[in-house]
């Protein structure tokens, strides 16, 4: 199969679609792997170690779209993909469609099929393309979110972990997923006094077993709003598959946070857990509303883009080998991965996120 990976027009998105050793695995199994020009140089991936590799380099997206049958890459297509893309192409990347209605009809003008990173699943209904990304942005969410809390960027100027005879910054956490739980440690290690809420007994057990700064509660049986004025980094990380995110936190609770504290929410690709929150880029990331500082960055990972493209080409590598050979649709795990099929909606969970 001709396989290409396009350059990710998205502003400040360093990821590529697969790294050169993933290319030169494809290679070996007979497929022609195409790469557009400059691709993976965020990556620190130049165009050389592609081609000593057996990956054909062409100049454009045109020409990249233009002898490719699966496209791999990173986020979704925005108006240069989308001017490219036909109707017998296979699109392997993230989409997150349930918050994005206009993206889902543009795609199904142009007829194609589309299968989204974020809805494949495995045997136990988790979501293996998700995870490592997941992960990377919990972490970033705590990292940006102390240098966001720093008074020359507009924060409150607390230390999380407090210095000395200081009190520490306080971190709350929606949901202990891999983003949520990748927060809770990070923020427990750095110091702070961490308060995670999950539903989930399991995961709200093994949270509270890391740490003695970690206070792990449900939802359902303690308030989230009678924290919030006491907050100083707020983490937005609460993921309903394939639908938009829930809204846990009003725009009246906002309202009682402290002057300065900050709110990361990752959950945004999928429109957010914060009803305050709205989609940024790494351009301008920020804004401050109700004398909060906002961070609703849609790409996180984009920012390490080297840590980011080796995490998810180990995980989407195989995939791409089954998507290659006939029937992969009839696989249950692919199946439910397939957002968009002949240019028509084709998942339950899409549909409903956008009715």
């Known amino acids: 199969m001709k396989i290409g990976i396009p350059k990710e027009i998205k502003i400040l998105e360093g990821r590529v679609g697969l790294t050169p050793a993933a290319c030169a695995t494809l290679v ?60 017998d192409h296979l699109l392997f990347c993230y989409l997150h469609l349930a918050a994005n209605a206009e993206l889902a009809r543009q795609l199904c003008d142009v007829g194609l099929t ?31 979110g102390t240098h966001l809390l720093h008074q020359p960027q507009g924060g409150r ?7 000395g005879l200081s009190e520490p910054g306080r971190v709350v956490v929606l949901g202990a997923g891999h983003a949520g739980g990748a927060a809770v ?16 007994p399991q995961r709200l057990l093994e949270m509270a077993r890391l740490a003695d700064n970690i206070t792990a509660l449900n939802p359902d049986e303690y308030s989230v709003s009678d924290y919030l004025p006491q ?16 809204r846990i936190v009003s725009e009246d609770e906002v309202k009682t946070m402290p002057s300065g504290s900050v709110i990361v929410d ?18 301008h990331p920020t804004y401050r509303l109700h004398d909060v500082l906002h961070f609703g960055v849609t790409n996180m990972p984009g920012a390490v883009p080297r840590t980011a493209s080796q995490a998810l080409t180990a995980a989407i590598l195989p995939y791409i080998e089954r998507l290659t050979v006939a029937g992969w ?25 956008l009715q």
């Open 157 to 163: 100027g607390v230390l999380l972990g407090g210095a």
């Open 266 to 283: 990752i959950s945004v690709d999928q429109g957010g857990c914060i009803e305050t929150i709205r989609a940024t880029d790494y351009k």
């Open 114 to 144: 589309a299968v989204a990173f974020e809805t494949v699943t495995d045997a136990q209904g988790r979501l293996p393309l998700l995870a490592p990304m997941s992960e990377i942005a919990g972490k970033l969410s705590i990292q940006i």
């Open 28 to 87: 070996d199994k007979g497929h022609e792997v195409f790469l557009q020009a400059g691709a993976g140089e965020l990556s620190g991936y130049p165009d050389a170690e592609y081609q000593q590799l057996g990956v054909k380099i062409v100049a454009s997206a045109e020409v990249l779209y233009g002898v490719a049958e699966l496209i791999v890459k990173v986020k979704e297509p925005l108006a240069g993909d989308l001017a490219c893309l036909r109707s």
């Open 329 to 353: 649709d009839q696989q249950a795990d692919l199946r439910d991965g397939i957002n968009i099929r002949a240019g028509k909606i084709d998942n339950p969970l899409i549909q409903q996120a």
């Open 231 to 246: 907050t100083d980094l707020l983490v937005g990380a609460v993921l309903l598959p394939g639908l938009h995110a829930p």
């Open 185 to 200: 440690k990070l923020a427990s290690c750095s110091g702070a006094e961490v308060i995670v809420f999950e539903r989930n």
